[in-house]
């Protein structure tokens, strides 16, 4: 047995990696605060249900839209430069929608605070990547990823309290203070020489005529597809199968949201072991099953946050092992894959979440999980065929 073979495994950088963890969790907790306050900014706004429900879909085409063309842009800049940019209008952002006084300026805020954080999020992963070992990679960027579930599980809720309690601007002042904190956390925390492949927009323009990087890029959208056709209306189902109000609808999700964490930490150990398709296909079995299963099956409390919990694990274990994939395709064209496939995140939940209300209406609150399952087993096929094109270099 070699020295390699005995000498312990090397450690993550973990003075780096924190702040970028905590820097995904104010971004996705900035980002999805609106949903658990939208009645209240309704009201505060006078928003139409039409109106309160393009505030998130507003947000999440932006970023779909300027992640990909503002990390080329920004694709020479030292990445610490990029992330602090983000921040800077993150924060900005947040605090215009903090004092919006009609939907026209709240559209506007949350359309920059979405270009500020697809700035940040990509480029977050990439110095993840680019300060760990190759044997370590996966974990370190589950490390940085598990901010961002962490955001569903704790920061979701804590928007939602400080909101109720001391009204919706306190929630959007307080994300825009975690933002300038985490601005001089990565200032003081992350060097300013992070080696990096150079980006441009015609690094950008090659990828998207590239087919290899298109077909593996657009697994993101498939996936995030199968997730959200669960997702959509699991609260409305815990209802359903539980006959219960807040209190039953709160575990439930409470339960998925623990699942989320651990399928993250679990997904970068399994990348460094069976490589990122290995660990996807396994993802994607198990969401094909467990989908139809959390619809089909009557539940009670106890199975159901079962069911929800292992369905957040594998709906979210695939993030870090699809990132680590589409890294591995090509040096020359990371930063841009990175941010396309935090695009095609977003896509795919505005995809999903459209099939789901259309399959809900015309099949039934059930077949939703039958019909994410289908893609999530069409997921499995979409990955074959890319990595076969991979393997082709066409």
């Known amino acids: 047995m070699s020295d390699a073979d005995t000498s312990p495994a090397p450690a993550l950088p973990?003075?780096?990696?924190?702040?970028?963890?905590?820097?995904?969790?104010?971004?996705?907790?900035?980002?999805?605060?609106?949903?658990?306050?939208?009645?209240?900014?309704?009201?505060?706004?006078?928003?139409?249900?039409?109106?309160?429900?393009?505030?998130?879909?507003?947000?999440?085409?932006?970023y779909a839209i300027s992640s990909p063309v503002f990390i080329a842009l920004t694709g020479a800049w030292r990445r610490r430069a990029v992330i602090l940019m983000g921040l800077g209008l993150f924060v900005a952002a947040s605090l215009a929608s903090a004092f919006a006084t009609s939907a026209a300026t709240l559209y506007a805020a949350r359309i920059v605070a979405a270009a500020g954080a697809g700035m940040v999020t990509p480029v977050a992963a990439a110095i993840a990547v680019a300060i760990s070992r190759p044997e370590t990679r996966g974990a370190a960027l589950s490390f940085v990823f598990v901010g961002m579930?962490?955001?569903?599980?704790?920061?979701?809720?804590?928007?939602?309290?400080?909101?109720?309690?001391?009204?919706?601007?306190?929630?959007?002042?307080?994300?825009?203070?975690?933002g300038a904190l985490m601005m001089i956390w990565?200032?003081?925390?992350?060097?300013?020489?992070?080696?990096?492949?150079?980006?441009?927009?015609a690094t950008l323009g090659r990828t998207l005529l590239s087919p290899r990087h298109l077909v593996a890029v657009?697994?993101?959208?498939?996936?995030?597809?199968?997730?959200?056709?669960?997702?959509?209306?699991?609260?409305?189902?815990?209802?359903?199968?539980?006959?219960?109000?807040?209190?039953?609808?709160?575990?439930?999700?409470?339960?998925?949201g623990l699942g989320a964490v651990v399928g993250n930490l679990l997904s970068g150990r399994l990348v460094d072991r069976l490589g990122p398709s290995g660990a996807l296909i396994l993802?994607?079995?198990?969401?094909?099953?467990?989908?139809p299963a959390l619809t089909l099956?009557?539940?009670?409390?106890?199975?159901?946050?079962?069911?929800s919990f292992v369905w957040s694990l594998v709906g979210w274990g695939f993030t870090v092992p699809q990132?680590?994939?589409?890294?591995?395709?090509?040096p020359a064209t990371q930063g841009v894959m990175l941010a396309l496939n935090a695009a095609g995140i977003y896509l795919g939940s505005g995809i999903g979440s459209a099939m789901a209300g259309a399959v809900y209406q015309g099949w039934g609150i059930e077949a939703t999980g039958v019909v994410g399952g289908a893609i999530a087993a069409l997921g499995i096929a979409h990955l074959l065929a890319s990595d076969w094109l991979i393997r082709r270099k066409g």
């Open 14 to 62: 973990k003075g780096i990696l924190l702040p970028l963890a905590f820097v995904n969790f104010t971004i996705g907790a900035g980002a999805f605060l609106v949903i658990a306050l939208l009645a209240p900014m309704s009201q505060a706004l006078s928003l139409s249900k039409a109106q309160a429900g393009w505030v998130m879909g507003a947000y999440a085409l932006a």
């Open 218 to 256: 657009l697994l993101t959208v498939t996936i995030a597809t199968s997730g959200y056709l669960g997702m959509t209306f699991m609260g409305p189902l815990a209802e359903y199968r539980l006959g219960m109000g807040r209190d039953g609808v709160a575990l439930i999700l409470g339960a998925g």
């Open 149 to 178: 579930t962490m955001a569903q599980v704790l920061g979701v809720p804590g928007a939602a309290f400080i909101g109720y309690t001391y009204g919706v601007p306190a929630a959007f002042i307080v994300a825009a203070a975690l």
């Open 297 to 307: 099956i009557p539940f009670n409390l106890p199975v159901g946050m079962a069911l």
């Open 323 to 330: 990132q680590a994939r589409l890294m591995a395709i090509d």
């Open 283 to 291: 993802f994607l079995t198990g969401q094909a099953l467990v989908l």
């Open 186 to 201: 990565i200032a003081l925390a992350v060097p300013a020489d992070v080696q990096f492949q150079p980006q441009s927009l």
